[in-house]
């Protein structure tokens, strides 16, 4: 049954990349410019960005850009399935995959370090905003995780510059490979992640603590330690799992603006580069890793809420 469940989930993603792909195509193909036309306008700084003819063509020879398109995107299906995404316009001498190998635990490790910081941060605001309900804390409480979850990223990364780094000169405001360069671009991700858990483990605790099982274990005469941390706070903690693994996901492919704010060598910041410069291999390629990277991150999550409760288990295995 469960074996069952995971292979149709699986076939779901499949379908769902070959989607994204295709959306992906189209919208690369209908966007206006070139990378040979972009590049001489930003890199050589001229306004003329005619390419002779004997250029382009050999250029669009050497990426296959010279045939029909469903036969470009049926190349790139073939190549993507065995993540083979070939070389991206802007570093020919290296392969899109490389470069996803190479920058993408730089972004990994900065969405691991921030949900780490929003897991310390926000299971003790709504632990405490959960017992102190209705008062002045829980209300102050409340108003950090709306004022997280609904400034963007880029947002709050700025205003942290602004304050920390150019005011009280506490950290350095651009660079990367130092401690110190760390601070800056993980309180920037993890401002949003602390917003939700603390909202979620306010719901979720207060949800919990009335519940019939732990009214009767204070009536029997349970102490806090006993109801609270062995039942209550276990039991409440189980729904985060829904919370944090979606948010890793986003977290790792939602870095970009604060890549390059900071000037991180994410894959994000590549991401952004491909973007501007009409790379569209590497916007092709990088797209389909991320799409991939969250659709199995909920994928796991499913399964692992799975193991920890029973009841969603036999209920999602039915569905299946």
């Known amino acids: 049954m469960v074996l069952k469940y995971i292979v149709k989930r699986v076939a779901f ?6 989607f994204v792909s295709l959306i992906t195509f189209i919208l690369v193909k209908s966007a206006p410019g070139s990378y040979i ?34 036969q470009q995107f049926l190349i790139f299906l073939s190549n993507a399935a065995r993540f083979e995404f070939g070389p991206s316009f802007q570093y020919p001498s290296t392969t899109i995959e490389k470069i996803i190998m190479r920058t993408f ?7 691991v370090m921030a949900i780490g910081l929003a897991l310390v941060i926000g299971i003790p605001l709504g632990i405490i905003a959960a017992f102190k309900r209705n008062t002045v804390i ?17 947002v ?26 760390y601070v800056l671009p993980v309180l920037s991700l993890a401002i949003a992640p602390i917003g939700s858990i603390t909202r979620y483990m306010r719901a979720s605790l207060i949800e919990t603590l009335n519940k019939e099982y732990i009214r009767v274990a204070w009536a029997k005469g349970g102490g806090f330690r006993q109801v609270v941390l ?16 979606p948010q890793l996901a986003y977290l790792t492919v939602g870095t970009v603006f604060v890549e390059n704010l900071f000037n991180i060598p994410g894959l994000g910041k590549f991401y952004a580069s491909a973007a501007i410069y009409r790379d569209y291999p590497m916007v092709m390629g990088t797209t389909v890793f991320f799409a991939t ?21 036999k209920h999602s295995m039915l569905e299946g």
């Open 230 to 245: 062995k039942h209550a706070l276990r039991n409440s903690l189980i729904p985060l799992i829904t919370v944090v693994g």
């Open 37 to 70: 036309e972009t590049e001489r306008l930003l890199s050589q700084n001229i306004t003329d960005i005619t390419v002779p003819p004997e250029v382009k063509a050999a250029w669009e020879k050497a990426y296959q850009l010279d045939k029909p398109e469903w």
């Open 105 to 111: 635990p730089i972004s990994f490790r900065l969405a």
């Open 156 to 181: 709050i990364a700025v205003f942290l510059i602004y304050i920390l780094a150019l005011k009280l000169h506490l950290v350095p405001s651009i660079g990367w490979g130092e401690p110190k360069n």
């Open 293 to 313: 990277i969250v659709m199995f991150t909920n994928l796991i999550v499913d399964i692992i809420y799975g193991i920890l409760d029973p009841r969603i288990r």
């Open 13 to 18: 993603i499949i379908v769902a990349l070959f």
């Open 138 to 154: 829980d209300r102050i409480a409340t108003l950090v995780s709306m004022i997280g979850t609904s400034l963007p990223n880029y």
